[in-house]
Nanobody, 129 residues
Framework: QFKLVASGGGLVQPGGSLGLSCAAS????????LGWFRQAPGKEREGVSC????????TYAESVKGRFTISRDNDNDTAYLQMTSLKPEDSGVYYC??????????????????????RGQGTQVTVST
């Protein structure tokens, strides 16, 4: 069964940090672009960040630039999202998803969201006092 397991969410105070992980199960992460997305209650899902298969291209939403860092470890079929200086508006369910493209040197999360495959449940991030 092909799955993506997102983990690492939790409750954190504003200004704090969290590290999310996304583990691929049943398939190899390597040939895929990996994207992180989030959805807050009552809002549409939005793209947060993405990283190409060879880690030669990354993209971040303007709202998280300079605060979030995406990375991946293809040998261990895992991707990461390190989040710092968290704000209440960063709260939501965070999902990881994949888009098969082993050769792309660029990626987008928002514009290509419909092409990504969401293969698992997300992890809840709550930024609050």
């Amino acid at each position: 069964q092909f799955k993506l397991v997102a983990s690492g969410g939790g409750l954190v105070q504003p200004g704090g940090s969290l590290g999310l992980s996304c583990a691929a199960s049943g398939f190899r992460l390597g040939p895929h672009i990996l994207g992180w997305f989030r959805q807050a209650p009552g809002k549409e899902r939005e793209g947060v960040s993405c990283i190409t298969a060879r880690s030669d291209g990354t993209t971040y939403a303007e709202s998280v630039k300079g605060r979030f860092t995406i990375s991946r470890d293809n040998d261990n079929d895992t991707a990461y999202l390190q989040m710092t200086s968290l704000k209440p508006e960063d709260s939501g369910v965070y999902y990881c998803a994949v888009l098969w493209d082993p050769f792309a040197s660029l990626c987008t999360a928002d514009y290509d969201m419909g092409r990504y495959e969401f293969r698992g449940q997300g992890t809840q991030v709550t930024v609050s006092t």
